[in-house]
């Protein structure tokens, strides 16, 4: 009999007892239920402001067709007072197919594995509980000439390899490259590899965090393919003597405070480009230098790959993920928002209309200055694809800073779209 | 009726008539000839001392099996006088099967097509006379766009990609690597660009020769597949920022004198290694400093590639093959060979057992200077992997050397053999 697994959710009304009473109507409807996932709290995503939801997942097996399941889940969800009225709304009950054996169908009302799963918390969680098989098995490679031997299968193949490159210390910002490689590719590739190369002599290298296992599980919750994690042998040879440098691009910024730094950086990606071969790589806003650098870098070394740079994703005060928050105190957590808040202030006087970035660069000083602690290292307004810095603001501009928490410096960064003349 | 092309060759006795024989006594043996190439006389291949060959390639038909045709050739052969006792000796007449239609055998006394025929001038000029469409058709691309939708479909067969790199104005030097790139590979590239990158402001970027139409013919009788031909637009956009650089192996012997030179070379052949992606690179032995750069960038860059790097091909006379030895004069042509001349003493002194690196120098410097108006750019002797000047010689060592013949700079290059210490 087919196996099927439903997601069930509910932010409307008891939401457990809906919960458990759509499950006991599947039963009653000939979809016999084997098991069920701990129920999940959490945040709506989308819609009007609502309560959160509660979220399971159920293995079930049926004889009904994936329509005739279709058809009994809405009457359920009918039954159980659901009402579609306002889209991403509050419900009392909301059932989706996940997966229906292996099937894969696309069709107007229906698409089979549901197409938004993998972004989701709420679905991934509960299902690897119960079915941690059903999640593709995940290979950790730690050499070179394995990680190729195994994807000259996939390549010969035609199948699409996407790529994120990460030094590890996994966090949901990398979690979204992951998942966005593994919606646009048939193998997804993640590499975990701390580079001494861009890493100045007085940096934090060696305290950089580091969580292989805890890096894994996420990995494999993303579902991602394969793990590549070499040794810093395998990665440089005590010769090495060959660097990849982008001028210009690399001299602003973080650039102009980490020397060397980008070099690390270009030269590693390199590196780990012609060992994977992507079709795309994965890369976050939140780097947008690192971003906009090896834009330039694949285009001018011809390197052929996708540049896919996703955005930034932030904690719920708006602090960006990042592996270096683990460094901030409990009290310099708290500071931690105010670069942020920086950076939207400065974004609300050119949304204002204020077109002098002299103004608005001192504003956004100020915000930081008048009320923490925090050291500023640059504050920055520049064009968002030569990077340089702009005096006048006539187009779309890149806000960008880093500041000192203690001993921890963070970056942020965000781009703000140019009001349209009729609004001036 | 199967096509069948046969190699005719003599330096032996009255080499056209006994040609002529061997082709009246094919057509009585069953082998009708339709057409043969204009004789061509060519210097013999191997062998002790002996005089030219004349040789022709004949088209023709036969209903004889290829082993029924082996045997009547091998009659033929005997009966006009051939004698198989010294190898490679000289011969009244010899007849090779070149094509037996798109036959391939290989057996112990029979290979078809013959496998030598694509290295032989004396075979690939005939038969490109009377079979111009035999030889596989060579397509001519200008855009990376282009030539990529073409690789990839050979890539997807797994297929082998042989690359040679090239700023044109072929020679024989080139020919040899496009030759031994079609015996290992199932595709060759040849690309043709004059790299501005690789020049010096005061270098000969503008006058450097250029003959497209026969570097064509030459790629074409090489028999390479696909002739890659992008103008400077298409290879170098206007904004190039990335660059390539390999320290230390770029600072002594023509980098030295060429600041730039090597990082230019570099960046560039990165850009096509990353535009054709070839399983194996063609270089030459000529330029043996960039082979060296060029190995250590592609493994410190982990690009997957095998360097093949081939012998100098020299003149009569010794003088290395060199797209600029068409800016010599004809007696600048004499004196050029003064260099060789100087790296071949300096060789003969090493293996005397000289190992003072500074007397060996100085030996080959004089050769140069008291025999001829030559300038010497530099004389080194250096350490064959990582080029560090020598000393003392006590292993295998490269002798360089780079001169001015007028406004010509001409280089070359030997590697001498460590002697064994019996015979010190």
Redesign the interface.
């Known amino acids: 009999m087919p196996i099927v697994y439903l997601g069930l959710g509910s932010n409307l009304g008891n939401r457990k007892a809906n919960i458990n009473a759509a499950l006991k109507k599947l039963g009653a409807a000939r979809i016999t239920v084997e098991k069920t996932a701990a129920f999940l709290e959490t945040e709506p995503v989308g819609g009007p402001a609502q309560d959160k939801f509660i979220n399971t997942v159920a293995k079930a097996f049926t004889k009904l067709s994936p329509e005739e399941l279709l058809t009994q889940i809405q009457t359920i969800e009918k039954s159980l007072g659901r009402v579609r009225s306002v889209k991403n709304g509050p419900r009392t009950i909301d059932i989706d197919i996940l997966l229906y054996d292996q099937l894969k169908i696309k069709k107007a009302n229906l698409t089979i594995p549901h197409p938004r799963m993998l972004e989701r918390e709420f679905v991934m969680t509960p299902l690897n509980e119960i079915a941690p098989n059903m999640i593709k098995k995940m290979r950790i490679i730690k050499t070179?000439q394995n990680l190729?031997k195994e994807l000259i299968k996939f390549?010969?193949q035609?199948q699409r390899i996407g790529f994120v490159p990460t030094m590890g210390s996994l966090h949901q910002g990398h979690l979204s490259l992951i998942r966005k490689s593994v919606k646009e590719n048939e193998i997804t590739v993640v590499s975990i590899f701390v580079n001494p190369l861009q890493f100045g002599p007085s940096e934090d290298f060696k305290n950089y965090p580091r969580n292989i296992k805890k890096d894994q599980s996420l990995a494999k919750q993303g579902w991602a393919d394969i793990i590549f994690i070499p040794n810093e042998k395998e990665m440089l040879?005590s010769s090495?003597?060959?660097?990849?440098?982008?001028?210009?691009?690399t001299q602003g910024l973080c650039g102009a405070f980490r020397p060397g730094h980008f070099r690390g950086v270009?030269?590693i990606v390199?590196?780990l480009l012609?060992?994977v071969?992507p079709h795309s790589l994965y890369l976050g806003q939140k780097d947008i230098q690192q971003a906009v650098v090896i834009q330039?870098?694949t285009?001018?070394?011809?390197?052929?790959v996708n540049i896919r740079v996703c955005p930034t994703v932030r904690e719920k005060d708006g602090l960006a993920m990042s592996s270096r928050n683990q460094y901030l105190s409990s009290a310099q957590r708290q500071e931690a928002v105010i670069l942020y808040q920086s950076l939207q202030l400065g974004q609300q006087f050119i949304q204002a209309g204020e077109t002098e970035v002299s103004k608005i660069l001192r504003q956004m000083r100020e915000r930081i200055t008048k009320n923490s602690p925090v050291k500023i290292q640059y504050l920055a307004c520049v064009d968002p694809v030569n990077l340089e810095p702009l005096k006048i603001i006539n187009g779309n501009v890149l806000l960008a800073g880093a500041v000192w928490i203690g001993n921890t410096r963070l970056i942020d960064n965000i781009n703000v779209r140019a009001i349209s003349r009729k609004n001036k």
């Open positions: 070179i190729r390549r010969l035609n040879n090495q003597l060959t660097y990849v440098d982008v001028e210009k691009l270009t030269t390199a590196k012609n060992i071969q330039k870098m285009n001018d070394l011809n390197i052929p």
